[in-house]
Nanobody
Framework: QVQLVESGGGLVQPGGSLRLSCAASGSGFRFNSMGWYRQAPGKQRELVATISAGGGSTTYADFVKDRFTISRDNAQNTVYLQMNSLKPEDTAVYYC?????????WGQGTQVTVSS
């Protein structure tokens, strides 16, 4: 059974930076693509970024392009989301996802609040 444990969320001022981490259990991490999603109150969950199993391919939503960077360290079974130039509209619960099986596997979510 896959477990994804997130960390790194918190409160930051506009223009600031945070790095989110998602650590996966098990030995199959390196075989699966990973993604970050976010969900703000009253809004649909939306895809933020994805990264291929080997880390060679990434995708980004337009609203975070050139500000956020997804990366992974397969030796540590961890995927990261580096968030720079944060805006108040980035405020949301951020979720880590492993693309495996019909529904995938999700982390517990971590709150990111961008406010002055």
């Amino acid at each position: 059974q896959v477990q994804l444990v997130e960390s790194g969320g918190g409160l930051v001022q506009p223009g600031g930076s945070l790095r989110l981490s998602c650590a996966a259990s098990g030995s199959g991490f390196r075989f699966n693509s990973m993604g970050w999603y976010r969900q703000a109150p009253g809004k649909q969950r939306e895809l933020v970024a994805t990264i291929s199993a080997g880390g060679g391919s990434t995708t980004y939503a337009d609203f975070v392009k050139d500000r956020f960077t997804i990366s992974r360290d397969n030796a540590q079974n961890t995927v990261y989301l580096q968030m720079n130039s944060l805006k108040p509209e980035d405020t949301a619960v951020y979720y880590c996802k492993m693309f495996l099986g019909v529904y995938g596997y999700w982390g517990q979510g971590t709150q990111v609040t961008v406010s002055s």
